[in-house]
Every structure is written in structure tokens, then in C-alpha cells.
């Protein structure tokens, strides 16, 4: 029987290697040997901030009157950025983007979200995000009721974080399960800040020993729609049953 030309190309074709799977082109924003393309922000006396076994660490400091921050140099507008974290005890932290910088007179540094890492073994709201503006801080998106969510995060362990921020769309993702899908546009542009929170000079001095560590920090600036993730929860507008905690 007589082979057809068009049949033996499909047989070649078959016969080579698959190509790569396109990888996205992430830039790391930590190179886990120092502080290059980062500052440490912050009212004096700072909290302790430093670089130890390739991950950016931090501990509490009794009386540092505000929070301290990991920040980068750079600002970001949208962008999809993933990290790992490591909390050890009940550290009170977060992952702030689109950050801006507060008059003088203001009672922390920066203002901007927060994706929350929550120190509480009961709540468990790490992945919620909310406005962190200082003494003051209004939830805009928490975790009540979804216990798919609340059952990411453990402590004592490295836990991933994916945050896609594109336009008001504001994504978060903790050990690859969804948790928080907000619309929001109060900040757009901004630098990227780790928290280190402020510590009373009458605090136990116990918790000084708590870390909080990260490592494997790494963007995508372009070409975000191809390698977004899809997501199953809804899209939400901030939760306005919450309200400004403390109160002024």
C-alpha cells in the first residue's frame, strides 16, 4: 500500500521531543544573601531586621513605638507576586503592597493593603486582606465563614503566597487554596512591604524571641493575563458590615 506524503509527516512529527512548557519570566526581588533592592522603614528604634540563612528575618523589639517594614526600593503597580513565610509563635505580620509614605506626624511609615498573616491559632484569617493605615485598620476582605480557607495556613511550617494585583482585581492565594478576592482601588501604585510589628517597651520580653522569615521572593510585571490563575471565588467589594478598628 502506498504511503501518503502527509501520513509520514504526521509520523515525524510525532517522533520529536515536546517542546517546554513556556515558563513565565519571574524576576526575584530577594537575592537571600542581603538587603539589595530593599530599606528598612521604620521610626527609630527599629525593630530587628537583618538577613540570616538566605531569608529576610525579623523579630520584635520592646519599645519600637511603630512597625517596621522590609520595603522595596522599587514601586509596582499590577503585578503577580509569590513568597514564602515562615512564622514562628504568635508573630503579628503582613504582607503589604502598593504601599505610600505617611505625612510626619502619622503613626506608622507606610499605609497600603495587607495581606494578613494572623498570629491566631482560633481566628485564622491569613489570606484575608485589609487596609492597614498605623493604629487603625479597616478589614476589607476577611476569611468568616470560609473554613477552606482558614485551614491553609499552619504555623511553624513555610507556606506559599501568590497575590495577583491587576487593576482594582486583588487576588491572594496561601499554600495554592483561594482566600480573598477583593475589588478595591484605593492604592494603585506602591512599593512591596513585609511588616515586623511595633512592640510595647513593657511587651514579654518572650516574644522577642519570635520570628518571622522570608524567602523565594519573586514578580511578574508583563504578560500578567497569561499567567494569571483562575480562581473560584467571586469577585467581592469591601465587606462594609466592617468597621475601622480600634476606633479613633
Known sequence: MKTTFPFVLVLLLASLPAPAAESAPWRPLFNGRDLAGWKIVGAAPKAAAYVADGALTGHMVRGTPEHTFFCTEESFGDFILELECFQTGGFNTGILFRCVETPANASVRLHGYQVKIDPSPTRRWTGGIFDDYGRNWLWLRT??????????????????????????????????????????????????????????????????????????????????????????????????????????
Open 143 to 248: 476569611l468568616d465563614g470560609d473554613d477552606r480557607a482558614r485551614g491553609a495556613y499552619r504555623f511553624n511550617e513555610w507556606a506559599r503566597f501568590r497575590i495577583e494585583a491587576v487593576g482594582r482585581s486583588l487576588k491572594v492565594w496561601v499554600n495554592g487554596v483561594p482566600t480573598a478576592h477583593l475589588l478595591h482601588d484605593k492604592y494603585t501604585r506602591g512599593p512591596i512591604a513585609l511588616k515586623i510589628h511595633s512592640f510595647p517597651a513593657k511587651g514579654d520580653a518572650a516574644q522577642e524571641q519570635n520570628l518571622i522569615r522570608f524567602r523565594n521572593v519573586r514578580i511578574l510585571t508583563a504578560d500578567l493575563a497569561r499567567h494569571a490563575l483562575p480562581m473560584d471565588l467571586p469577585a467581592r467589594e469591601a465587606d462594609p458590615t466592617q468597621k475601622i478598628l480600634p476606633k479613633p
